[in-house]
């Protein structure tokens, strides 16, 4: 909202370049705001390459870590670069609009729970991004009192049935539902009565 840039996530490993290239051909040198929902490797794949080719201004993870390489290989560039990590946890207000509702609890048995969830407002538009948070944390939300309402929600974790539970959906009243999701991925995202489901309550579908 205040001119600055912040990118959420980063794909697979094999993605990193095309990021790089994508965000440097529009002229950014700066990522003021790099966000990791949640360290599996289809978010975080790509990250190293970005934090070794911007400056970054603050970087956002949640407290969960796993054993893989991947994670392993992101944390050493981002000691490298000297930033530290701050953590993504529900209230967390990055900037001006800009707030995280989720992960609220201390700690889950599914990694994906651990998702940051953002929630973007400005004057015109309500954004929501919800990494792979499942239906838990979207519980978790709704009990919180947040206020979900959305144009846009980039939908949880790729359209699967794990994620987007009927309340959760109904409170977001979203116009746009936006799928993340690989062409002919093996786990059949998105699922057909996801997909069905946020049509039924008004949001037209966008995929990649
Ligand atoms: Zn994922």
Redesign the pocket.
């Known amino acids: 909202p205040d001119g600055k840039t912040m990118l959420i996530d980063a794909g697979e490993a094999e993605a990193g370049e095309r990021i790089v290239s994508f965000i440097r051909e529009r002229g950014y040198k700066k990522i003021d705001y790099l966000i990791a929902t949640?360290p599996?490797a289809?978010?975080i794949g790509g990250m190293k390459e970005v934090v070794q080719s911007f400056e970054i201004g603050e970087i956002y993870m949640p407290k969960a870590s796993t054993n893989t390489k991947t994670y392993e290989n992101l944390l050493e560039a981002i000691a490298e670069k000297g930033l530290k990590i701050k953590t993504a946890q529900a209230g967390v207000q990055i900037c001006a609009g800009v707030e995280l509702l989720a992960p609220i609890g201390e700690s889950y048995e599914e990694l994906?729970n651990y998702s940051a969830v953002l929630r973007i407002v400005n004057a015109e538009h309500r954004f929501l991004f919800m990494?792979?948070a499942e239906i838990l944390s979207e519980n978790e939300i709704l009990e919180a009192g947040y206020d979900v309402r959305a144009d846009v929600v980039k939908v949880g974790?790729?359209g699967s049935g794990t994620s987007s539970g009927d309340a959760f959906v109904e409170a977001t009243g979203a116009r746009y539902a936006i799928f993340s999701v690989g062409a002919g991925n093996s786990y059949n995202h998105p699922h057909v009565f996801v997909v069905e489901k946020w049509q039924a309550a008004g949001a037209q579908i966008c995929r990649t």
């Open positions: 949640h599996h289809d978010h994906n990494g792979d974790h790729h």
